[in-house]
């Protein structure tokens, strides 16, 4: 007893008397925690509730083989208000008159509890607004589906996001812009539904989780009304601020737990930022932006180990039947995935900004090519090569360093190169444009608008840009011969070049027809399947060859007796 009661703890010795488990002795403490008179203890079996529930199996299981059996459990006492927690820890003792003994020992846990508790709660809200934060804004969510409350389809998360909010930080300080999500918060409070639940998940988003009956067409509902009760003015501090809105949603799925619904909804929210209205999640466009980024990623790695190639499509003099160039086109072939088309990594380089490095090792690979082509025939061709530029590149990158860098690395004249720019491109910043252009110009090169007649370029852009070739877009050649329209647009761009002193390509030529019709009606060049795709360096400098020798032969090659010659 002397031991027990020099204990800091709650403690008391254990022992089993038939069924029945006893108190053999105990300190102060132990009597302050479990009662408030000693004469109820001594001497006495524990009271029947605890010998019955999981303290007595604990007790019992430990007295019958303290090697084995559990020596520590956690419990839980009082109701709400003054809830107490406990450790209890048990230690054999020597038996007495063949019966087992132990220590037990109660731990109060209390106040530490309460502490991580308080600490939780900091945790899961948002101290700016009062809201639950995005931790637990999912955690609610899975709450719920635990309790089977959420089916497929029966609840919307719903995210919206505020356009321009660091824009408001920044012009008129962040205590405004606080300001301004403490009332865009007591907003949306005054917009819930009953069952609805809010949080403020980040920076300038917010979410909600919403219980719908009609499945999509109520969760768009539900948007709406949101988006409509914030288009209204805020009044702050003498400023009428008006907020635009972005926002997702992502309808609940048995098989989605709270935090990848949520970033499902976060994924819409992107979507919705370009579509202008509350967007659906939708797995397929979510599938795609994944590919996206993997893309990216092994593209990133491709680069990184030259595992990219260029291949040259042929461009034909359409007055000689001469090959006059090629246009180098880069190519992948992934070790897993096979080939990749351009169309699909290029816009991923641009995005990524990956399209500057693939642009530099573009031009230094053309021109690597030209190099060896002259090397290979002992002498310097008649022929041009093309490379593409990326709009990415006019506006970040400085284009004439790595071309005349190129050009001289591989002792190619500037004249023997010709560099394209999409129309569209040049729109984005004109005065960019032709700031790169006139750079390059300097370089003797030629410079080329891609796909003419797709974009909304200006005439006084052609006479302003040092433009020395215009190339028709393959949606009006492919139309010629089935479309007045087409014709009527090629006719006049053919015109337009030829007042402006431009000369003329045109793209996606795949038959003779098209081929002689453009010849007819004074296009300079051209490009297409009827004369090649686009081959491997080696397979261009033999289509070169083939045809030099026919035309050696035969002074011209028609236009009609290209079959066999393609690449």
């Known amino acids: 007893m002397r031991l027990l009661s020099a204990l800091p703890i709650a403690a008391a010795i254990i022992t089993k008397k038939g069924d029945k488990l006893w108190v053999e ?11 408030n008179s000693r004469d109820d203890l001594k001497a006495a079996p524990i009271l029947d509730t605890a010998a019955q529930g999981p303290i007595g199996d604990f007790l019992r299981a430990y007295l019958a083989d303290p090697a084995t059996a559990p020596d520590a459990m956690e419990r839980e006492d009082g109701g709400a208000i003054n809830q107490r927690y406990f450790e209890l820890k048990l230690a054999p003792l020597s038996p007495r008159d ?113 219980a719908i009956d009609k499945g999509r067409g109520d969760a768009t509902a539900a948007a709406d009304r949101i988006r ?104 992948w072939t992934h070790e897993d995935r096979g080939e ?11 995005e990524s900004g990956l399209i500057l490095e693939l642009g530099r090792w573009a031009m230094d690979k053309a021109a690597r090519t030209l190099a060896s082509w ?24 400085n284009i004439s360093d790595f071309v005349g860098s190129a050009l001289k690395s591989h002792k190619i004249g500037g004249e023997r190169l010709t560099l394209e720019l999409t129309e569209s491109a040049i729109v984005q910043d004109p005065t960019r444009a032709i700031k790169v252009f006139e750079s390059l110009k300097a370089l003797d090169t030629n410079l080329a608008m891609d796909d003419f007649g797709t974009g909304y370029s200006s005439l006084a852009y052609l006479q302003r840009l040092p433009i020395d070739l215009l190339k028709i877009d393959q949606r009006f050649i492919k139309g010629m011969l089935s479309d007045a329209d087409s014709i009527a647009i090629v006719r006049a761009i053919l015109g337009l070049a030829d007042a402006l002193g431009m000369k003329t390509t045109a793209e996606g030529i795949e038959s003779v027809e098209l081929a002689t019709t453009l010849a007819t009606l004074g296009c300079a060049k051209g490009q297409g399947f009827y004369f090649s795709e686009a081959v491997e360096a080696k397979r261009a400098l033999a289509y070169w060859r083939a045809r030099e020798e026919k035309a050696a032969r035969e002074g011209k090659i028609p236009l009609t007796g290209t079959g066999g010659m393609h690449g």
Do not use: W
């Open 25 to 35: 002795a105990f300190n102060e403490r132990f009597i302050d925690t479990i009662t």
């Open 374 to 397: 002259d090397a290979a025939e002992g002498q310097e061709l008649d022929l041009t090569l093309s490379v593409n530029l990326s709009a990415i590149q006019v506006a970040r990158d």
């Open 340 to 350: 990749i088309t351009p169309s699909e990594f290029i816009p991923v380089a641009e």
């Open 228 to 331: 409509q009760v914030l288009a209204e003015p805020f009044a702050l501090t003498d400023l009428e601020i008006h907020v635009d809105t972005a926002i997702g949603i992502a309808l609940t799925d048995s098989d989605r737990e709270g935090e990848e619904l949520f970033r499902n909804a976060q994924f819409a929210v992107k979507q919705a930022k370009h579509a202008g209205k509350p967007t659906i999640y939708e797995p397929a466009e979510a599938s795609a932006a994944r590919r996206r980024f993997s893309i990216e990623t092994e593209l990133r790695r491709a680069l990184e180990r030259d595992e990219l190639k260029l291949h040259y499509q042929p461009l034909i003099d359409l007055g000689s039947g001469r090959v006059s160039g090629f246009e180098a086109l880069a190519r």
């Open 98 to 210: 063949g019966e087992n003994r132990c220590l037990l020992s109660l731990v109060d846990q209390t106040m530490e509890r309460r502490a991580q508790q308080n600490m939780r709660d900091q945790m899961l809200m948002c101290s700016l607004t009062g809201l639950p934060n995005r931790l637990a804004f999912t955690e609610a969510v899975e709450s719920l589906g635990e309790d089977n409350a959420i089916q497929p389809g029966s609840h919307a998360i719903i995210v919206i996001d505020l356009l321009r909010f660091s824009r408001i930080n920044e012009s008129m300080g962040s205590i405004v812009g606080d300001e301004l999500l403490i009332t865009v918060a007591s907003r949306l409070v005054g917009a819930l539904r009953k069952g609805d639940k809010l949080a403020r998940t980040g920076g300038n988003e917010f979410a909600i989780l919403a």
